[in-house]
């Protein structure tokens, strides 16, 4: 994965900044690239290294509204597997205040909500988050 990580990076580089490609959501660059590798170490459970590259990443750079939802929602799921719930929380917010509909919607997002309410002390900002995804009525 890091491997073909890394060469989706070398190509998108030697692309430029931002390569449009048809149906691909709105480019392809570092960037996006990193953004796949963020979601990739999740996926390999690896939260420190999601973390680390997640540092590479200028949210406000992602070519769509989705992408900047999907960067905080992976960055709270590498910080809750960190146990650490405080920046967990911040990044749901940041995802929520970027992309409020798409947050709602998204099942990983539901799912750390869920965890949170369940796992430790909960906050009034805790508790309107899983009210607005709906797993607080």
Known sequence: MRELTGEAAAIAKELGPA???????????????????????????????????????????????????????????????????????????AAEHHAPEETHARPAVKSLVSGLLISGRTTTELRGLAARVGVLT
């Open 19 to 93: 390569a449009v490609l048809r149906d691909h959501g709105g480019g392809f660059s570092p960037t996006t690239v990193q953004l796949h590798l963020v979601s990739a170490e999740n996926s390999a459970g690896d939260p420190a290294a999601a973390l680390a590259a997640a540092k590479a990443v200028a949210p406000g750079s992602l070519p769509s509204t989705e992408r900047r939802a999907r960067y905080y929602t992976d960055v709270a799921t590498a910080f809750a597997r960190s146990g650490r719930r405080d920046q967990c929380i911040r990044a749901l917010l």
